[in-house]
Each structure stands twice: as C-alpha cells, then as structure tokens.
Nanobody, 124 residues
C-alpha cells in the first residue's frame, strides 16, 4: 500500500521552530519529488515548498522563503520541512504529497499521493 505519513506538528510560540517529517511506505521515495502544502482554517490549500527527485533541487513560496528548508533523506524514505522563525500566519494543517519526479517551481507536478496532515499552531 502506497502511503505518506506526516509527523512533527504541534504548538509553538512565534519565533520558534518545528521540523515536520513525511515518511513514505510502499514505494521508493528517491524516484519522486515531494511537495509540502498547508491549509489554514477558511482558506484554500496552498503549496509552500517542493524538492525534486535526483539532485534534490528545492523551491519555496515567497511567504516561507528564508525561513523554511525542505530536505530529503532517501535512505530513510523521508522528506523533512524545517520551519524556523514561525509566525501566527503559518498556523495550518501541513500535508506532503507526491506523484511525479519533478517540481514546477515550488509545486510538485502531480499529487497522486497525499498524507493525512499534521497540525501546526503558532501562538503565544
């Protein structure tokens, strides 16, 4: 069974950091690009970052550029999203998705597979 599972969300104060993980099972993540998305209450889902398969080229939405870092560990079949200097507006459910080897900018080209999401809340 092909599956993506996110973890690492939680409650953090503004300015704090979290690292999200996206673990794949049932397929070899090394052949795929991974995109991170988020959806805040009452808003549409938006892409925030993407990392390609070979070479691991990463791109970011302007809203997170310089604060978030996406990285992959193909030996662990896992992609990470390191989030620093978090702001209240980063509060959302974060999802990872995959389905193609490449990104189009900071958006993964296909999203055949989705994780269940992990909640990130930035609040004092």
């Amino acid at each position: 069974q092909l599956q993506l599972v996110e973890s690492g969300g939680g409650l953090v104060q503004p300015g704090g950091s979290l690292r999200l993980s996206c673990a794949a099972s049932g397929f070899t993540l090394a052949y795929y690009a991974i995109g991170w998305f988020r959806q805040a209450p009452g808003k549409e889902r938006e892409a925030v970052a993407c990392i390609s398969s070979s070479g691991g080229l990463a791109n970011y939405a302007d809203s997170v550029k310089g604060r978030f870092t996406i990285a992959r560990d193909d030996a662990k079949n896992t992609v990470y999203l390191q989030m620093n200097t978090l702001k209240p507006e980063d509060t959302a459910v974060y999802y990872c998705a995959s389905g193609a080897p490449y990104c189009s900018g900071y958006v993964v080209r296909a999203t055949a597979y989705w994780g269940q999401g992990t909640q990130v809340t930035v609040s004092s």
